[in-house]
């Protein structure tokens, strides 16, 4: 692909860069290597951003599957479904699941 770019679509390519990356090359220092370290620079950014936001979304979602489950847990509690003690016991065993989530790393 990079090989089949002309001199014109090269430089077309090396000003969309200079513009986007913030950064000066020249006519000698822009070439077909350089572009394919920042494409792949560019490719290793847009992983960890996918990584985070998986870590991100998997973190918001615990939160809101627990805010979840807590209301409902309260309800039954106003109900009569369930006792006091018994609320507590499952709010310090999430607690405890919750710790044991952030003392283990988060896989993509």
């Avoid at 710790?99 to 896989?107: A, C, D, G, N, V």
Wanted: charged share 30%.
């Amino acid at each position: 692909m990079i090989d089949a770019l002309t001199d014109d679509q090269m430089e077309s390519l090396r000003t969309t860069v200079e513009y986007l990356w913030e950064k000066s090359y020249s006519n000698t220092v822009f070439n077909k290597s350089t572009l394919l370290t920042l494409m792949k620079k560019q490719l290793n950014f847009r992983l960890k951003d996918i990584q985070w936001g998986r870590s991100e979304g998997r973190t918001e979602g615990i939160a809101k599957r627990t805010a979840k489950e807590v209301s409902v847990f309260q309800l039954m509690l106003q109900e009569g479904k369930i006792n006091r003690e018994q609320m507590e016991y499952f709010l310090k065993q999430m607690e405890k699941e919750e710790e044991k989530s952030h003392s283990l790393p988060l896989s993509a």
